[in-house]
């Protein structure tokens, strides 16, 4: 797929994720848009996967270890064609199969997370999985750059360098702020890079939000033998929505209904770019 294609379901992810999280009147929208970028190379072009046939054996998984940026999966997934987009607006609903964190019964979820710091387990089990039943699949997941600092992370780094799963990619959201603030002032895990190459990964070190830079990577990833990758996304909190850039405060609340059209005239000013750079 072209990068113009791409960033034009970039963008159509992130009107989801502003969309749920508006409607639900809770949610995570700032980790969710840093990760937008990633979201839709994963599922409109990296990962082999099939909307039509979610269970598919020979499918590649993903763990969405930081769970609580869900509407960003969930969304991801909606306009890939999982699930009707329109559901995205029950997201945290009483009733909705669209719950606050990722679960199974969810079409195109393969694991179910929220506690961090557990999913990169779950997925080097399943890339080990993979490895001993003789499978070819591959198994991507997700951290936050705040939740690597949670220590079981560092216990499954080392069991996936030991085993090397070289099917196994781990992606770290890298966009320097968590709930509580910069990471490096809360409990810093500098140098990512550093630390899982000490666990005997393959590092690379990308922009976020550059579709040639991130194909580039996973390209690298598929190439790598003998070892796990770690690619460490260089991202903007907040992503594309003026206000929620780079603000701590949007880790976790919803846009009122004000900052609702404000953000979707970001994002629809986005949009008219595009289409003159389609021209």
């Not at 089990?125 to 220590?151: C, H, P, Q, W």
């Not at 070892?227 to 880790?251: C, L, R, Y």
Request: glycine share 10%; net charge negative.
């Amino acid at each position: 797929m072209d990068n113009l294609e791409l960033k034009k379901h970039a963008n159509d992810v992130r009107k989801g994720i502003v969309t749920s999280t508006h409607a639900a009147k809770c949610g995570h929208p700032g980790g969710s848009l840093s990760a937008a970028d990633l979201y839709t190379f994963l599922y409109f072009e990296e990962m082999n996967i099939d909307p039509k046939n979610p269970g598919k054996e020979d499918r590649d998984r993903f763990v969405l270890s930081k769970g609580h940026t869900a509407p960003g999966l969930y969304s991801a997934l909606a306009y890939r064609g999982f699930f009707p987009v329109e559901d995205l607006k029950t997201l945290r609903h009483l009733g909705s199969y669209l719950q606050g964190h990722p679960n199974m019964h969810i079409p195109g979820v393969d694991m179910a997370s929220g506690s961090l710091g557990q999913g990169i387990s779950a997925a080097a089990g399943m890339a080990l999985g993979a490895k001993l039943s003789n499978k070819d699949f591959r198994v991507y997941t997700l951290l936050g750059d705040g939740e690597i600092e949670e220590g079981q992370v560092w216990e499954a780094a080392m069991f996936a360098g030991f085993r090397k799963l070289d099917n196994f990619v781990v992606i770290v959201d890298n966009n320097g702020l968590q709930i509580d603030g910069p990471i490096d002032q809360v409990c810093s895990p500098y140098p990512i890079d550093k630390k899982f190459e000490a666990f005997n990964f393959h590092v690379i070190n990308v922009d976020a939000h550059d579709f040639d830079a991130l194909r580039n990577a996973f390209n690298e990833a598929k190439a790598t033998k003998g070892m796990p990758t770690a690619i460490i996304m260089h991202s903007v909190k907040g992503k594309g929505v003026s206000f929620m850039e780079n603000s701590v405060d949007w880790h976790g609340k919803a846009p009122n209904d004000d900052e609702y059209a404000t953000a979707m005239a970001d994002l629809a000013k986005i949009d008219e770019e595009l289409a003159k750079e389609g021209k």
